[in-house]
């Protein structure tokens, strides 16, 4: 209420200075920035539940059914004894996945940078909306609190897999977590939707209205090519998963058969008749596919620039690079059918989307080399932001690399649903996306917070988490080709895998130990936002627009007017200059040529 | 209170590492720029030195993976007919990536290595070069096209068998959590069903149709038996939530969907026999019985009964998430010779002679 109310006194100040008061400086703030780090914190919040979750899991799959004391601690009646209940297991995979995409990768990520950059970057004083920003924020914390609350229902949070395919996520008498827990999974993922559509549509009309004089398209950072074709391909398909979440509501409470027919279960036949869980699948994955790209190309972005600016080298091929994230978002659309080769759907169409999906990788090889070739001949400057980044290519080429196995449909028959899946998009979308997120950090931390981040601290965090998220999905790979199932709570019912065991155990160790280590980034990230080395203007001798500003945040950004553009923000160690950087607002010399890129 | 203990011992490292990170601030102290946390040219080098590191971390996990795991049954031992297919097209892919991998991780690593950051030193304004991206998109393309056509091909040929080879109909029926398969009997015709005619009073538990003649021999069983050299063609139903038959051995898998009848194909190429007389099964069974063994003594130091030992048979999984006991929804698969076969379906109950009379 309060927030209302010192609303109202705002707008009755109009015209003079904004009067800010702690609750519309830091709750209900219309401030690009401060909704920038409160998008920071909570999707930072929600990692860590995120990451507790998978080490749980990890724990069971090494140790499964034994007593342990951090089950008995965390998960209570859901551990009798300290021992992992098969049902709360599937919960975790669950919640885990649906946390770690939409509410870390997808909201903590592009919430953060879309936010932070796309006005800063461009030259605007703030997003288009700085209410509907606001308002974006709020539903994405209430989609927080809901998603989060579900472990606290009677029968458990939803537990059907992210993917909530019905019929198990329809029918509350096919398992625990279908029933309360799966209306708050709707419930939250509804609101999160609209949240994500509200900041999106801001993202789109600040970046094409907004921009400063003289920032063409074609002078646009990276970073905002990104977050801007990202918020598009969101817009398109964030409304799809919307429609089939409310038609799984319909399926689940109004009696409609939307995707269920001739069911027999717990004794009686269902009502249902003539839905097919077919097409829940393609309406679930027409988001689902896109949303990779979702969670990856903000990454990508935040890598070209991060690589650009530590290499002290422009970008290699900016025009391929942009041309390559809208093939990349085209292609996305069209590719969703992977995910459904064995799903019963005609063998036609799994060739069709065998062919578009192979497609892909032709724009991803071109930004994997264009990273390499910036790389070369460079004076690299090894911030950890800049690691992160260089960490982002290796994964994502090792991760995408797999994608060619399990894009053809010939292959994915026998690996499809088991670890080699979940190997494959913990690197290419998981460790990819969560070293842009940590890049993002490392690197506009002194813009966000006025101070530094401790580099050691940040070295130690990078090369201890590399080795494991290496040590840990690397060989996943090869007991997903042994044919090991995903989403098993224990393996010890097929003696086939029992070979298997060990490598859980070393999976599992390597993971504690790198979650362990986000520790050492956690207490990083609070610590210097109070007591870090006091920044400096342009820390990183960057060229982008948003170090123009003073490192004391002021409400509009510039305090008198916004300078403008004369240049791309790629002229590192440009010959005739005397630095080896040329800030985007720097006019051109007489003669000199901008570069016709 | 071991939780606590383990919050504490995480707290004192945490400590140490903030304790070591300032021993080594104060022995930079002199040095001008130390406290900007802007990399110098002593990070620069270690951690360009720490790239070439991690660049040999990768090759040997790599190598690791490969020598132990490169070689499981599961991925050279097919026993279907189009195994073979899938399997040498899977050989290569992955030498594809495993060459695109090393090199671009070399290339990667070595370049954050050999170019790191020294003061002074002028980075090289490379912005743009037509002929390179050309290069680099056009060889992913042909590769990539080879890949496709040979996929599809085989993908192709997988999925439409030639029908004129009369095959073996078995309906393989889903239910949480286990798995019956349904034979047509001597006409080999399965007979009508669905789920709204199930009747569990009666025993018909499949939902056959009593009244279509082709149900009457049918025959139901909780193993999986199937003659080698002949192909069978599965047709697969569910009767309540999402299943997935999952035959890895065989290169095969399919959703099991409730409402709709999905179906795969396959021909069986070595017996269940036969297949535990290789030197591959032996060697993994071997090694299988060894780890039981081992955990076995340490069951039996606790009082617990030892583990049986493991003999190979192959298995049909549940591999599409549908529930509590997802883990443990399995069923035995038997590949015979057609003697065998032919034996064994003869002790079979046929349906119309399963049904009990309702009172």
Sequence with gaps: MAAHVEDTHAHDDHGHHHKETFITKYIFSQDHKMIAKQYLITGTIMGVIGVMMSLMMRMQIAWPEEPNVLFKAL???????????????????????????????????????????????????????????????????????????????????????????????????????????????????????????????????????????????????????????????????????????????????FGTSFFLSDIFIQGEVLHYQGGSPVLFEHLFWFLGHPEVYIVLLPALGITSEIIATNSRKPIFGYRAMVASILAIAFLSTIVWGHHMFISGMNPFLGSVFTFTTLLIAIPSAVKAFNYITTLWKGNLQMNPAMLFSIGLVSTFITGGLTGIILGDSALDINVHDTYFVVAHFHLVMGISALYGMFAGIYHWFPKMFGRMLNKKLGYIHFWVTAVCAYGVFFPMHFIGMAGLPRRYYTNSNFPLFDDLANVNVVITIFALVGGVFQLVFLYNFFASMFFGKKAVQNPWRSN?????????????????????????????????????????????????????? | MTALLSILVLVFILVAIWQMVKIYDLTQIGSSESDTQVATDSDNKINGYLMLGFLAFIYVITIICFVKFGDLPLMSNSASEHGPDVDNLMIISMIVIFFVQTVTQFLLHYFAFKYKGEKGKKAVFFADNNKLEAIWTIIPVIVLAGLIINGLFTWTSIMNPDKGNDPIVVELYAQQFNWKARYGGADNTLGKANVRLIDIDRANILGLDESDPNAEDDIITTELHLPVGKPVLFKMRSQDVLHSAYMPHFRAQMNCVPGMI????????????????TPEMKDKVANINNIRLEKSKELTAKGEDALESYEFDYLLLCNKICGKSHYNMQMKIIVETQEEYDAWLKTQKVFKGSLVSAN
């Design chain 1, 544 to 597: 982008t627009m948003e170090w123009t500003t003073p490192v004391e945040h002021v409400h509009g950004n510039w305090p008198g007017e916004i300078p403008e553009v004369h240049r791309w923000a790629y002229d590192y160690s440009k010959p005739g200059h005397d630095v080896d950087f040329v800030p985007q607002t720097q006019p051109l010399y007489e003669g000199e040529e901008e570069l016709q890129h």
């Design chain 2, 262 to 277: 999905t179906q795969f194909s396959f021909t069986p190429t070595k017996t269940t026999a036969e297949m535990r007389e």
């Design chain 1, 75 to 253: 998960l209570g009646k859901w551990a009798p004894e300290g021992v992992m209940d098969a049902d709360i297991y599937l919960a975790l995979v669950t919640i885990h996945g649906t946390i770690m995409v939409f509410f870390v990768l997808t909201a903590g990520l592009s919430g953060t940078f879309s936010n932070l950059l796309i006005p800063l970057q461009i030259g605007a004083r703030d997003m288009a909306s700085g209410f509907l920003n606001m308002v974006s924020y709020w539903l994405f914390f209430i989609s927080s609190v809901i998603m989060v609350s579900s472990f606290f229902v009677e029968a458990g949070p939803a537990a059907a897999g992210w993917t909530i395919y019905p019929p198990l996520s329809a029918l509350p008498m096919a398992q625990g977590g279908s029933g309360m827990g799966m209306t708050l999974w709707l419930v939250s993922m509804a609101i999160f939707i609209a949240s994500s559509l509200l900041g999106s549509l801001n993202y789109v009309v600040t970046v094409i209205n907004l921009r400063t004089k003289g920032m063409s398209m074609t002078r646009l950072p990276l970073t905002i090519w990104a977050f801007f074709v990202t918020a598009i391909i969101g817009v398109i398909s964030f409304p799809v998963l919307l429609s089939a979440a409310l038609l799984l509501i319909m399926d689940r409470s």
